[in-house]
Each structure stands twice: as structure tokens, then as C-alpha cells.
């Protein structure tokens, strides 16, 4: 009886809810003309309400970061990390239409611990530091001219994108073929598990390179890696004299301990050491800096997988510009999880989680995001200069589903029972993704 007294009355509110909606009116007598849709006929109508950030430090400089969005929140009377709270409005005073609980899905890599060693330094980011990120992890590596990261390979593929600078990178496949490449800025390489590699900077512009590698493994960490030095080294001398055909003494030199990151003179060919049985059939290099974007109204998109750069069986990116006001459209990715990296500006994103939870945070140049596939998401671009953000994915092939494009080619009542949209809106939905749309002309 409680039940079926509590349904009734539920109706009879969203009843009256309705009925408390102005109606459409119009009078030659000279009053007011009021329009407004009906109320839905099972929920009330989304809210009006306007959820722009806050506050923009990007674009306004110092401003008071408090929790206080129109009526809703108050000042902080205790301590405060008041820069912090600038950079973040999404979170300190978030937009009403956050809703439920989604893990945190940004990563600054200000954050993460620096290994630092004589010639360059190395900082990571794996579910420890963000555990929604169970299936990609990152690095941020910086290696000063000549220095070395030296030879060694990973369980888990590597993917890298040079910041600044040039990488000259080595390798040998498995049936003995070699690779030497200098990898210049915006440009790729990838070597698959088990491949062994070397990373070193060299003298192009004097200051040697700093890049972004991106592994298919949340769990990875750049502490564990397979390297030569650490290898030898707990291997029995006279083992290793035995392998290699030599005397004892000719291996006096191996080092006792890993040398991870070490400076050296700075390579001065990219020509491989010849080879009997030839250079790899698939190159690991990709000059991605050369490939042409596409324009749309709000920015600009790439994107290099494996149908383009063939070894990247693993591992597809999509390098997206995103001008001030501008947005990355409404999206998601069907099997693919999207790790984010900004490179310049400032965007706000929103992650729908499904079941009515929703999360908004902002992020800046060095951060890192992830959204697991299938979640719905956007960048947003919150400054006044260019937003640059690279979206990585552990797959072979790029793909997205577009919003819009989704409800463009959906039958129009059926769109319109939904959202109850206007003939005239419906039509002007875009059958074609859109990417990047611009700021809205009115």
C-alpha cells in the first residue's frame, strides 16, 4: 500500500511540475509573448542554469578560488592552497551538472617523482598515480645532448613523440635486421615488446631532446625495464667471456650497476652499422611532423595508426588543435581507451561515466588524462591561446563515434521524442563528424 501510495504521489508531482510550466501565448493587445517547451512527460526539463567555469586564472590572472557557484557552496575558512584552487575551478566549484562519483582522471606530471641522473632525467605515470589508467601508462624523458638511455627493451611496446629537440633511435629485430633514425619534434617511433632499443639526444639544436613515450600497460613502470648494463652485471664474468668468445679481461669495464640515463658525445651519423641481413622490412619511425591536418571550423586533427604507420600495432594517436572557445566534439571511443597529454593551452573536460555520473576537471600543458572507452567526453578550450593535446589510444586503428553525427543519421522522430528538438534543429545536425567545432557565430 506505501508503495503504490509513494508511486501515486510521484506521479502526481511531476503533474504538477508540468502544469507549472508558462505556456506558449501571444496578444495583439500588446503583452508579453512567452515561450517554452513542455515539460517531459516523465522527468522534469534540464536545467538553464549556466555552468561556465567559476573562474579562468588562464585569462583573468589572480582571482578568489573559493567553492561558490551562485547560490550553492561558501567560502574556505581554513587552509588553503589557493594557486592550486585557481588552476582547478572545475573541481573547487564544479558545474551543477556533475553528478555521482567518477574516479579522478587527471595526472599533472609536476606531480610525479623525478629520477634524475647526470645527463638527463626521466618522470612517469602509471595506476599509481592515476589508477583509472589501467591500461596505458607514460613517461616524460629529457636526455641532454649525447646523453644515453641506454640499450635495453620492455615487456610492454613503447611509443614516443619528440617534444623538442632530435632522438636518435637504434634497434635490432628478432631476425637481426637493424634501424638507426634521428626522430625530430612532432615526429613518432614505436618498438614492439621484446624489441631492444636506445634512445639518445643529439647536437641538432644544441640542448639534445625531450619527448613523450606512452606504453599499453597501466601497470608499467620505467623502473623495471630490461637493461644491458643491469643485465652483465649479475651475470658471472667468466659466463659472459664464455658468450661472447673472449678473454676474462676484456670485459673488465662492464659496470657493477645500471646506468639507466648517461651523458656521451652526441651522435654525429644516423647511418646503420652494416648489416648481413639488412635494416627492419617495417620502419619504427614516423616523420608524423610531415602529415598534413585536416581543418575544421574550431581546429585541426591528425592522426597516425597503423594503417599509415605500419609497426604501430599497439598504439594510434590523433594530434588535435582546438582554438580559443572551441571544442573537441562530443564524443567517445568504442573499444579504445583515450590516454591525453596537453602540450600547450588549456581545456576543460567533462567525463560521462554513464548511470548519471559525470566529472568535470581542467587541464594544462604537462597534464595527463584518460577516459576508459565507451565513456562520453570533450576537450573544451577555456584560455586564449591555441589548445594542443595529443590523444593516445591502446589500439592498432583510430576510431571515434560522434554525437552528432549519431543523431544526425538517427530517424528525426526518434530524435525528437528524445530531446525534443525542432524540425529546423534536427536538420542542421551534421551528417559528417565534425572534430573541432568552432565557437558558436551568435
Known amino acids: ?215 599499453p600497460d597501466g601497470s608499467f613502470s620505467e623502473d623495471d625495464t630490461f637493461l644491458l648494463t643491469d643485465w652483465l652485471a649479475h651475470v658471472p664474468k667468466e659466463v659472459v667471456a664464455k658468450n661472447f668468445q673472449t678473454a676474462i679481461s676484456a670485459w673488465d669495464n662492464v659496470p657493477s650497476k645500471e646506468l639507466y640515463i648517461f651523458p656521451s658525445d652526441s651522435p654525429t651519423s644516423d647511418e646503420a652499422v652494416s648489416d648481413p641481413q639488412g635494416q627492419v622490412e617495417v620502419p619504427f619511425s614516423y616523420q608524423f611532423s610531415a602529415v598534413a591536418p585536416t581543418q575544421y571550423s574550431g581546429g585541426t586533427a591528425k592522426i597516425a595508426d597503423s594503417t599509415t604507420f605500419k609497426i604501430a600495432q599497439q598504439v594510434a594517436v590523433a594530434e588535435v588543435t582546438i582554438e580559443p572557445g572551441a571544442m573537441r566534439e562530443l564524443h567517445w571511443h568504442p573499444t579504445q581507451d583515450e590516454w591525453g597529454y596537453y602540450l600547450e593551452g588549456t581545456g576543460r573536460v567533462t567525463l560521462f561515466a554513464s548511470s548519471g555520473n559525470s566529472y568535470t576537471l581542467d587541464f594544462e600543458a604537462g597534464d595527463v588524462s584518460f577516459a576508459p572507452a565507451t565513456f562520453g567526453h570533450y576537450i573544451e578550450n577555456i584560455g586564449n591561446t591555441t589548445l594542443k593535446v595529443l590523444e593516445i589510444f591502446n589500439t592498432d586503428v583510430f576510431q571515434d563515434v560522434s554525437l552528432s553525427q549519431w543523431l544526425a543519421l538517427t530517424p528525426p522522430a526518434l530524435v525528437k521524442a528524445h530531446l525534443g528538438l525542432d524540425d529546423e534543429t534536427i536538420s542542421k545536425l551534421n551528417k559528417t563528424k565534425q572534430v573541432v567545432v568552432g565557437r558558436p557565430s551568435s
Open 1 to 215: 500500500m506505501n508503495k503504490l501510495f509513494f508511486s501515486v504521489f510521484c506521479a502526481l508531482l511531476l503533474s504538477s511540475a508540468g502544469n507549472a510550466a508558462p505556456a506558449a501565448s501571444s496578444s495583439s493587445s500588446g503583452t508579453s509573448t512567452v515561450s517554452a517547451v513542455a515539460a517531459s512527460s516523465t522527468v522534469p526539463l534540464a536545467s538553464d542554469d549556466p555552468n561556465g567555469i567559476a573562474w579562468n586564472a588562464t585569462v583573468d590572472g589572480d582571482t578568489d578560488a573559493q567553492p561558490i557557484r551562485g547560490s550553492l557552496g561558501a567560502q574556505i575558512m581554513g587552509p588553503q592552497n589557493v594557486p592550486l584552487q585557481q588552476l582547478n575551478p572545475d573541481a573547487v566549484a564544479p558545474p551543477t551538472t556533475d553528478a555521482g562519483s567518477v574516479p579522478n582522471f587527471k595526472w599533472p606530471f609536476s606531480m610525479s617523482h623525478n629520477r634524475m641522473q647526470t645527463g638527463g632525467w626521466a618522470r612517469q605515470q602509471n595506476v599509481n598515480a592515476m589508477p583509472i589508467a589501467k591500461t596505458m601508462a607514460g613517461v616524460n624523458m629529457r636526455l641532454e645532448a649525447g646523453a644515453i638511455r641506454e640499450l635495453h627493451w620492455h615487456s610492454s611496446a613503447e611509443w614516443g613523440y619528440v617534444i623538442k629537440g632530435t632522438t636518435q633511435i637504434t634497434s635490432v629485430d628478432n631476425n637481426g635486421r637493424n634501424y638507426v633514425a634521428n626522430v625530430g619534434p612532432g615526429d613518432l617511433w614505436y618498438f614492439p615488446p621484446g624489441i631492444p632499443h636506445s634512445l639518445q639526444g643529439t647536437s641538432s639544436d644544441g640542448e639534445g631532446t625531450e619527448f613523450l613515450l606512452v606504453f
